[in-house]
């Protein structure tokens, strides 16, 4: 039993080192035929705005009041 258990922990760490690997390996070549031109981009989802609707201005800071929704 305890073999069993050795194996099968061996046998899913392989999997998902392999599926990791594929991973990465296809986010890779997805990044090598995109071109990395990241700093052009014009819709980048990383900067999130956050716009006051009371008071008509926007703030990198999100509030806990919840006067804020996300626009780009």
Known sequence: ????KT???LIAALITG???LCWRT????IDLIDGGDDD????TTD???H??????????????????DNKL
């Open 1 to 4: 039993m305890k073999w069993l």
């Open 7 to 9: 194996s099968y922990l």
């Open 18 to 20: 392999a599926l990791s």
């Open 26 to 29: 296809l986010l890779f070549l």
């Open 40 to 43: 052009n981009d014009h819709a």
């Open 47 to 49: 900067n999130i705005i």
């Open 51 to 68: 716009y006051n609707h009371r008071s008509g201005e926007i703030d990198p800071v999100k509030r806990a009041d919840g006067l804020y």
